[in-house]
Nanobody, 124 residues
Framework: VQLQASGGGLVEAGGSLRLSCSAS????????MGWFRRAPGKEREFVAA????????LYADSVKGRFTISKDNAKSTAYLQMNSLKPEDEAVYYC??????????????????WGQGTLVTVSS
């Protein structure tokens, strides 16, 4: 599966961005999709995930209530709507897919398909 992430950019604190992740190849309709991020000098961390039909949204505590993940199977695309952005949200955001939702949220080291990353910069 090939993933193409887009939508990153520069935004002021309190602003919003929407990231997109388009999937192609493989059985994309049956994949759980998720977002991770890596801030400078920090480890990669889980942000949000959704199962193959767009259900079971799960969020990191740090983004809960501000970010919303969704999946459009007709377009083989997942979205991450990010509102009320904070400087600590600044990172490179990566999308990922997995056939198993639990792999995505519990065993990210086993994920094989990653997008190229899109940079989100939040100015204070």
């Amino acid at each position: 599966v090939q993933l193409q992430a887009s939508g990153g950019g520069l935004v002021e604190a309190g602003g919003s961005l929407r990231l997109s992740c388009s999937a192609s190849g493989g059985r994309t309709l049956r994949y759980a999709m998720g977002w991770f991020r890596r801030a400078p000098g920090k480890e990669r961390e889980f942000v949000a995930a959704v199962n193959w039909n767009g259900g079971m949204p799960l969020y990191a505590d740090s983004v809960k209530g501000r970010f919303t993940i969704s999946k459009d199977n007709a377009k083989s695309t997942a979205y991450l709507q990010m509102n009320s952005l904070k400087p600590e949200d600044e990172a490179v955001y990566y999308c990922a897919v997995a056939e198993n939702y639990n792999t995505l949220v519990r065993r990210p080291a086993q994920i094989h398909s990653w997008g190229q990353g899109t940079l989100v910069t939040v100015s204070s």
